[in-house]
């Protein structure tokens, strides 16, 4: 078996046992969270409740178009080996979505921070105006962003009179391997997530200290619930860090993978013109 055909295979066995459960999971959990985030009873709001909301209704997008897709192609239903508009449309949405979540989160835990710190300056670098902005800059940022990919991914002729969904071009292919998937969505967010999410946790567990005393004060609703949202922020963290991981080992070979078909492609092409 060639190295080509077997990273395809793992790759289709690990969409298919790693991405049905995130499918599942991640489809209520980015619901609940829409419905929770939302509400004014159980959130005040805030900068971190705009941005987890936000990255939330990213989330869903990336599960519902392009995690479903691809699942797809793990059970032997590429759709988008014959429709243009998928074929575009997985790889465009799945990376506006993937990278519009991963700045929310991103924003949300350098957010709470500023929230958690004792220096009034930095509390006030905490805005409803600033965090709507920036939520509407990364959305139009990111879709900017991932434009190329509308004009180099594109549908063309493989072995055995087969199509492939594939981007053709050499050079935008090391630029989403080494720099998009590795450091946009890995080591960048990552880096901010240990760094501010430590941070926080200390900032907090030092509040919490001081508010232990011999006294046991009783936290007013409102701090309860920044409590709780910095708490559930953490938990999201977590399982961001947890999942990227395995998501990125697979992504990679995928791209092996189609950097190996294009290739294959361009020399066909070649050939082809030397011959005619």
Known sequence: M????????????FT???????????LIG??????????????PSSPCQLYLLTGSISSLVAIVIPLSLRILIGLQYDLTKTNLFLCKARQYLGHISILASLTCVSLATI?????????IRLRQMSKMST?????VALVVFWSLHA????????????????????NRSTAYGYYLNYFIILILYNILPLAIFVVFGWLTWRNVHKIHQRRIGPELQRLPTNQRQ?????RMLLLQICSISISTIPYTINSLGCRQVMQSVSTIIAATANNADQTA
């Open 2 to 13: 060639s190295s080509v055909a077997s990273l395809t295979l793992i790759s289709q066995q």
């Open 16 to 26: 298919i046992y790693f991405g049905i459960p995130v499918f599942i999971f991640g």
């Open 30 to 43: 980015n619901c609940l969270n829409i419905v929770m985030f939302s509400s004014r009873k159980l959130f």
């Open 111 to 119: 957010d709470r921070y500023l929230i958690s710190c004792r220096e």
């Open 131 to 135: 965090a709507r902005r920036l939520c």
């Open 147 to 166: 434009l190329p990919i509308v004009i180099m991914v594109n549908i063309y002729p493989a072995a055995a009179n087969q199509t492939v969904c594939v």
């Open 226 to 230: 920044e409590y709780q949202l910095t």
